[in-house]
């Protein structure tokens, strides 16, 4: 039974430029997949235009309706679902996040069934797509451009103004001119990868963490931090990984043995609501703090980086703290400040490649459950609602859609 697959316009506020599939994902889609159909909804914010569509043989046009899946990035305008249809998009309301309320209750009352790309996972429980690659690449980027414009050193063109990743590697070289900082990278998964990966392309120095405690440099250098390396127990007992991801409030920060040598902060980890912040806002008052740079790429407000208090966009990416008053200033505003860089849609920066790189992805991982029989539970175990009833895994949400909508 074939099915058709539509590739929806974004209707999210700010514009978003990415796509699931691009042209020639969509061609490879179409050559593996023989039951399936696909239709691109024209969009006049697509990084990947209409007529390059067109070009490839594929129909664009205004109305999908007929299509049995419509596949999008971020959430779909509520007033702009259709009825028993099935939706792949990042939902954002797993978290009973207050400004989706709406969408899934609309959800609901239409019959709609939701598949969420976060909760997309193998059998192992790690999820499948995501974008978190490129909001390490551009959050490291965009972390060295703060620092270069707070020290006044070099001047990186923005991410969302080069063509592709391959222009923005262009200004690598520009970081040459960078004195012996010493770039503390926090993660091990996807993002940090990102992020470990244009450090090594501008020819940054990796250290061990015992040589970025102990040793001074001539040159820049970065170390990664594990979550062993910040975090202990509080009880002393030896570091057990599996019991600090059940048990994150067991465990206390050890960052503070960091702050004194650490310039640049490259904040790329996952944080739990209920494990430790790196540090606390009292730190940055003491005399030994010594940051006075962050990326903080998970961008978690009020998270694991006491100093984000707000997210800040692509076209104005960082804001000063003020570490003697603890309150927002613009940014560069004065040298004792700390600049912060909290972008929450990084992979925005450079839509063209992160559209590549999700569509790689879904090619792989996602079409042959989707398009097939999902023995594996791959779709199943993502799938929100469906029949207007949420999906038993997902019953704690309950409450979430029972609340009126706030005006």
């Not at 299509?67 to 998009?89: F, P, R, S």
């Not at 929100?384 to 409450?399: S, T, V």
Request: include cysteine; charged fraction near 25%.
């Amino acid at each position: 039974m074939s099915i058709t697959v539509g590739l929806l316009r974004e209707t999210k506020t700010p514009p978003d430029k990415r796509v699931p599939l691009t042209p020639k994902k969509c061609v490879e889609a179409l050559s593996t997949f023989p039951n399936l159909r696909l239709a691109v909804q024209s969009s006049p914010i697509r990084s990947y235009s209409d007529q390059e569509y067109r070009d490839l043989g594929l129909e664009v046009r205004d109305d999908v309706s007929d299509c049995d899946v419509l596949m999008g990035v971020k959430e779909v305008a509520v007033d702009q679902l259709i009825a028993n249809k099935t939706y792949l998009i990042f939902s954002h309301t797993v978290k009973k996040q207050p400004a989706n309320r709406k969408l899934l209750q609309e959800v609901l009352k239409k019959n709609i069934t939701l598949v969420d790309y976060e909760l997309l996972t193998n059998a192992r429980g790690e999820r499948i797509v995501a974008f978190g690659r490129y909001a390490g690449i551009v959050g490291a980027y965009n972390g060295l451009l703060t620092y270069g414009r707070k020290h006044g050193l070099y001047d990186l063109k923005p991410a969302y103004q080069c063509v592709d990743m391959d222009d923005m590697q262009e200004e690598f070289f520009k970081v040459k001119k960078l004195p012996p900082i010493k770039m503390a990278v926090t993660g091990s998964g996807r993002v940090a990868q990102g992020a470990l990966e244009v450090l090594d392309r501008m020819g940054i120095r990796r250290v061990s963490v015992y040589d970025y405690l102990y040793l001074d440099f001539n040159e820049p250098v970065y170390t990664q931090l594990r979550s062993s390396d910040y975090n202990r127990r509080r009880d002393g007992r030896v570091w057990d990984t599996p019991d600090f991801h059940r048990n994150p409030q067991e465990y206390e920060s050890a960052f503070g043995t960091f702050l004194p040598v650490t310039d640049l902060l490259i904040a790329c980890a996952y944080w739990h609501p209920a494990a430790p912040k790196l540090f606390e806002e009292a730190d940055t008052r003491l005399p030994g703090f010594r940051i006075n740079t962050i990326a903080d790429v998970t961008c978690d407000v009020d998270g694991s980086v006491p100093t984000t208090k707000r997210s800040s966009t692509i076209a104005d990416p960082a804001f000063d703290y003020n570490p003697a008053t603890g309150q927002l200033e613009p940014a560069y505003s004065r040298p004792d400040n700390i600049t912060v860089m909290a972008v929450d849609n990084l992979p925005c920066e450079l839509p063209r490649n992160a559209s590549r790189d999700f569509g790689r992805q879904l090619l792989d991982n996602v079409l042959p459950h989707l398009l097939g029989n999902d023995t594996e539970g791959v779709i199943a175990r993502a799938t929100i609602a469906k029949d207007g009833q949420l999906m038993p895994r997902y019953q704690y949400l309950a409450d979430y859609v029972a609340a009126p909508v706030q005006a």
